[in-house]
């Protein structure tokens, strides 16, 4: 069965911390992953990751996949408040049509 | 269109009793979703459609739940005889295509008391 597993579950940190977020997964035939911000609405798209190595940015934000450890990791540099959020990784099988299947989530709590 | 939109946004009922969820997605996409999402897990995957049809079911999908998109635009999410343990965040995705992001709609939450 597909599994996406995520590290830590929850995580509090101070303004200007680095944190660095991960998500394993088992999936047969992977196509992508992909990270989402969820504050107390919609989860919103943050990137969509599908080749090993290539790092992706956005800001603050960065992310780079394994796919030979099957592993994934999503760094935040210079933490803000609003980044405060539950991070969701969630990957997507060939077969399944775009259907994502995604971990519990990583709580980030920022402190100001 | 700016996104996805869901109705109602909050529902509040008695155990035994039946609920409709409906999501209008984003114009022109194809592709719908729904997902549940209960407190401290991400979101479980209902089912999908392309264009109206049903492709696929998770086994989550009791035979107390029907979904629908008969004219492949909004969809249906109903709950026959609700139970305590159906209260959940409902969400409602849509994506153009197969393969790559979803766009995700703000939520129903279900309360069932």
């Known amino acids: 069965e597909d599994k996406v597993v995520q590290s830590p579950l929850s995580l509090v940190v101070h303004e200007g911390d680095t944190v660095t977020l991960n998500c394993s997964y088992e999936v047969t035939n992977f196509r992508s992953l992909l990270w989402y911000k969820q504050e107390k609405k919609a989860p919103t798209f943050l990137f969509m990751l599908?080749?090993?190595?290539i790092e992706k940015k956005s800001g603050r934000l960065s992310s780079i996949l394994d796919k030979k450890e099957l592993f994934s990791i999503l760094n935040i540099t210079a933490t803000q408040t609003g980044d405060s959020a539950i991070y969701l990784c969630a990957v997507e099988a060939a077969e399944y049509g775009n259907k994502l299947v995604f971990g519990a989530g990583t709580i980030l709590r920022v402190k100001s | 269109d700016t996104g996805v939109s869901q109705d109602p946004r909050h529902k509040i009922t008695k155990r035994g009793q039946n609920v409709t969820f409906r999501c209008d997605p984003i114009?022109?996409?194809?592709?719908l979703y729904w997902y549940r999402q209960t407190l401290g897990q991400g979101p479980e995957f209902l089912t999908y459609f392309q264009n109206e049809a049903q492709l696929e079911k998770s086994r989550l999908l009791s035979d107390r739940f029907s979904a629908e998109r008969p004219k492949g635009s909004f969809s249906t999410l109903e709950i026959q005889r609700t139970e305590q343990g159906d209260s959940a965040m409902y969400l409602c995705a849509s994506s153009p295509w197969a393969g790559g992001e979803l766009f995700f709609g703000e939520g129903s939450r279900l309360t069932v008391l």
């Open positions: 599908t080749s090993s190595g």
């Open positions: 114009s022109e996409h194809n592709r």
